[in-house]
């Protein structure tokens, strides 16, 4: 089973759109479009499995940069995800020396989002 991330995706784009376009290489087992919890709205950005690995890589190699809606997506193969959840900043919720908070570099700045 291969797992293609699919980034810079228009707003438009729906699951069956990444579906037909994928399928045109090789059998798709799943299509996960990714949304935000709060509002339901498309992130951006998906992930496509597809059990033949020469189906998949033909698909990356077709579709990365192909136009969809107008902008140019991002196909590669994904990463696994990090252990320890989704990472991120270096704030640790505990009060520095100087009493502001956090790591986040400098003098007594505080952290820096």
Do not use: C
Request: proline share 4%.
């Amino acid at each position: 089973m291969t797992n293609i991330f699919v980034g810079n995706l228009s707003y438009q784009a729906t699951q069956a759109d990444l579906q037909a376009a994928f399928e045109a290489y090789g059998s798709v087992e799943r299509v996960n479009l990714i949304t935000d919890r709060d509002t339901g709205q498309p992130r951006g950005f998906a992930f496509v499995e597809m059990a033949d690995s020469e189906a998949a890589q033909a698909a990356i190699s077709h579709l990365n940069g192909a136009e969809l809606y107008g902008r140019a997506m991002n196909v590669n193969e994904a990463r696994p995800k990090p252990a320890g959840g989704a990472g991120g900043g270096t704030y640790s919720g505990r009060r520095s020396s100087s009493g502001r908070g956090g790591s986040g570099g400098g003098r007594g700045r505080g952290p820096r989002w």
